[in-house]
């Protein structure tokens, strides 16, 4: 009896230790694409403030391609496409960038959390600190 309870203890500390920062997927390219809007955000310890989108049938998004664009896609309150705006993006670990036309410095954000429906990504911006919270479409 004791020695399945300590096999049992060794592969639990197995498991546990293997785990992902990510809380489900690894932070990959591939695993990054595809379309997101967002759904809410959090500021330094401030509540959780949900994103409200014009468009009561059709959310704002951002299409993470893999030849490295990122197009951002907005509805207008008649839910027709009012924006569009085309980025490119880099992934360096947990490191994913957003690079404008050259002339400001990228936006930088670290994904703390990535599952196949669902990703946050924090950027800190001199004390402040802000949380994204996305939801694949």
């Not at 690894?26 to 379309?35: D, F, H, P, R």
């Not at 936006?107 to 996305?134: C, F, H, N, P």
Request: charged share 25%; proline share 2%; glycine share 6%.
């Amino acid at each position: 009896m004791k020695k399945r309870f300590l096999i049992f203890a060794a592969l639990t500390i197995f498991l546990v230790g293997c785990s992902s920062d990510s809380d489900g997927n690894s932070i990959t390219e591939a695993n990054v694409l595809g379309k997101w809007y967002l759904s809410g955000i959090k500021i330094n310890s401030e509540p959780f403030t949900a994103q409200t989108h014009d468009c009561s049938t059709s959310k704002d998004f951002n299409e993470i391609f893999s030849n490295h664009h990122i197009v951002y896609t907005g509805y207008g309150t008649d839910c027709a496409v009012d924006d569009t705006e085309d980025n490119t993006w880099s992934l360096e670990g947990k490191v994913f960038s957003i690079i404008y036309d050259g002339s400001t410095p990228p936006d930088v954000y670290e994904i703390i959390k990535l599952t196949d429906t669902e990703m946050r990504m924090k950027q800190t911006d001199g004390a402040d600190s802000y949380v994204y919270y996305l939801n694949r479409i």
